[in-house]
Structure formats: structure tokens, C-alpha cells
């Protein structure tokens, strides 16, 4: 494609991954962007060029027109910040803003870890010294928030805490790493509706049978 063409937005990406709730954004976003498919499989994020964008060589990382993010809910924040035609984060004097930041970085910061300690069989570190509580109150506190998701975890509004968390659920029920609480089922299946999920789903389908070869 001709440089002066291509899209601003590029996501480095690799399927399935973590990186697919990135996917699942731009198309929520609905702007134009391309996608650098990595095999993980072949070691794509250890390559040097690859570590030049992100040194943790890990997937996904976002380049907006050379402003560079990595790190899942970074990169959701950031779309939906910098596209807000989209309406997909609540203003920074809104009401919403509050819980809107606090369930997008829930995710990494409290699920994957208790979640991790529990299918690694680990003992979770002492209460008090871990930036997260055990999985059990993870977990109780995530099922609190289904079950009063109307339909969404903001209410009505439909946020990128909802493609944060609705993607993590729905991973984390596939893999049989959290269980299919009916709120859980109840809030993914709403989520599932989505016109956007449901491309980026097809989409990955096909990447991951071009990178599994
Ligand atoms: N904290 C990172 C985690 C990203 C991550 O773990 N990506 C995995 C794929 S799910 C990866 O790149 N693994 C390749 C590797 O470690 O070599 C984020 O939120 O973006």
C-alpha cells in the first residue's frame, strides 16, 4: 500500500492472544488500521525489530501515526481517549470516569494475577504485601459487577471497560480458569451481540490459520 495511504493505526498483533482485545476495540473504534501479524510461534516477538517497539516482546503494542503503546488496557484507554467519535470512555469530569478506569485496569492488575496464583497452584502471596486480593474476593467482586451490569458494567453506556473485561471473562470461562457463573454467562452472552466482537473473532480465526503453519 502506498505510504501516503496507509492507515494511521497499526496493531502489532498475534492470534489468539491477549492482543485480540485490542482487535476487538479498533473495531469498536471504527477507524481505518492495519494489522502487523506476528507468529509467536515462530518467535516474531523476540525478533529485533519487533523488540525496538516493544522490549518486553510481548503482543500487542499500538502504533498511533508513531506515538507507540503497549500493554492491553494502556492501549484501550488511550483509543478511546484519542477517538472519542466513537463514545467509547466516559469524559475525564464524568461521573462514570471513576469506575469506567477502575474495572479497565482491574484486569491486569487484580484478575491475571489471582487468577495465575490459583492455576499455577502457587500460594498467593501475603494479603498485605500483594497489589491484589486472593481469588476468591477477585472473583466475588467481578460477579458483583455482572450481576449489575445494565446491560453494561457503566449501565446503558457501553464502554472500553466492557471490551477489557467482558474479553477477559469470556477467555478465562473458556479456558475453565474462573466458572460459568450465570452473571458471568448472562454479561458475555450481551457482549457477544456485538456486531464489532463477532468481526474480530472471524478475524482472528483466519490469522491464527495463517500463523499456525
Ligand atoms: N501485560 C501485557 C501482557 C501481554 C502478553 O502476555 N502477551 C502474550 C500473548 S497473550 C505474549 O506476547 N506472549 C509472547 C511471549 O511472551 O513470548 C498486556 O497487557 O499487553
Known amino acids: 500500500m502506498p505510504e501516503a495511504q496507509k492507515p494511521r493505526l497499526k496493531l502489532y498483533h498475534a492470534s489468539p492472544s491477549r492482543s485480540s482485545v485490542t482487535l476487538w476495540m479498533l473495531e469498536e473504534l471504527g477507524e481505518p488500521f492495519e494489522i502487523e501479524l506476528l507468529s509467536l510461534k515462530n518467535g516474531d516477538q523476540r525478533k529485533p525489530e519487533y523488540l525496538a517497539v516493544n522490549p518486553m516482546g510481548k503482543v500487542p503494542t499500538l502504533d498511533d501515526g508513531g506515538t507507540i503503546v503497549s500493554e492491553v488496557s494502556a492501549i484501550c484507554c488511550y483509543l478511546a481517549d484519542a477517538y472519542p467519535k466513537a463514545g467509547l470512555a466516559p469524559a475525564v469530569h464524568d461521573k462514570l470516569r471513576g469506575p469506567y478506569l477502575k474495572w479497565l485496569f482491574y484486569v491486569p492488575s487484580c484478575v491475571e494475577p489471582a487468577v495465575l496464583d490459583k492455576a499455577m497452584n502457587r500460594p ?50 473458556q479456558f475453565k480458569l474462573i466458572p460459568e457463573l450465570p452473571e458471568f454467562v448472562a454479561y458475555t452472552d450481551t457482549l457477544k451481540k456485538h456486531p464489532a466482537l463477532q468481526r474480530q473473532l472471524a478475524k482472528d480465526e483466519a490469522y491464527a490459520r495463517q500463523t499456525s503453519g
Not at 137 to 148: D, M, Q, S
Not at 162 to 168: E, F, I, M, T
Open 124 to 173: 498467593p502471596p501475603p494479603r498485605s504485601t500483594a497489589g491484589w486480593a486472593d481469588y476468591d474476593t477477585v472473583i466475588e467482586v467481578l460477579r458483583a459487577a455482572a450481576a449489575k451490569s445494565a446491560p453494561y458494567l457503566l449501565g446503558e453506556r457501553f464502554t472500553a471497560a466492557d471490551v477489557v473485561v467482558g474479553s477477559s471473562l469470556r477467555w478465562l470461562m
